[in-house]
């Protein structure tokens, strides 16, 4: 595609169910970042991927929390025994250019 | 806690009007960006700059690096209802990783 897709674009959790968030690149960008946004703030990092390799995971909030991307193209963000807390968007942001990021549109996680 | 700290937070303005966001660290980048978010939506980039000193612009919107590299600010020149969004910047400490201000949420009414 074009752009950053992610899915869905929408999710609302009971606390304590798991969820897996999914996020499809740009075709050849080898960079893959995953950021949480919470109301009224700017994007916090999570974790960075280039190709299959996670390289940088020191942004995940808690053990609860992993990413994998495993072929070096979709990647996948899973949230275990979701809490309030969690609720927030998160985007994903491919790259092809150092330091620049295209970012999807989000997922938007509500945990009830 | 954010490095970049963008002021204002909020800014309101008239069609025709300029107006300008500031982006301030005490960290030096690697290279700084800008980007602008709807509702709904992920941040747009809108300009990287990479040098200390260095000016960009894009139709109305003139970009400035500081010379240190540790700030950066945004002018809109003649506002637009179309330029109404949260404007991020972003600086590059590491070369991938990006760390965000807040953002300022601009509205610019017709």
């Known amino acids: 595609g074009a752009g950053v897709s992610q899915s869905p674009r929408y999710k609302v959790a009971k606390r304590g169910q798991d969820v897996a968030l999914r996020c499809d690149p740009i075709s050849g960008h080898v960079s893959l970042f995953w950021y949480q946004q919470a109301l009224g703030q700017g994007p916090e990092f999570l974790t960075y991927f280039q190709n299959e390799a996670q390289l940088d995971k020191s942004g995940l909030p808690s053990d609860r929390f992993f990413a994998e991307r495993p072929e070096g193209s979709v990647s996948t963000l899973k949230i275990q025994r979701t809490q309030q807390e969690d609720s927030a968007v998160y985007l994903c942001?491919?790259?092809?250019?150092?330091?620049?990021?295209?970012f999807g549109q989000g997922t938007r996680l509500t945990v009830v | 806690t954010q490095l970049l700290e963008q002021s204002p937070q909020f800014l309101s303005i008239q069609e025709g009007e300029n107006l300008t966001v500031y982006c301030n660290s005490s960290?030096?980048?690697?290279?700084l960006q800008w980007y602008r978010q709807e509702p709904g939506e992920g941040p747009v980039l809108l300009v990287t700059v990479v040098t200390g000193g260095e000016v960009k612009k894009l139709k109305r919107l003139t970009f400035q690096f500081g010379d240190a590299r540790k700030d950066s600010s945004l002018h809109i020149t003649a506002a637009q209802p179309g330029d109404t969004g949260l404007y991020l910047c972003a600086g590059a400490l590491i070369d991938y990783k990006l760390s965000f201000g807040a953002g300022t949420t601009v509205t610019v009414r017709a």
């Open positions: 960290s030096v980048f690697s290279s």
């Open positions: 942001a491919s790259s092809l250019v150092r330091g620049e990021a295209f």
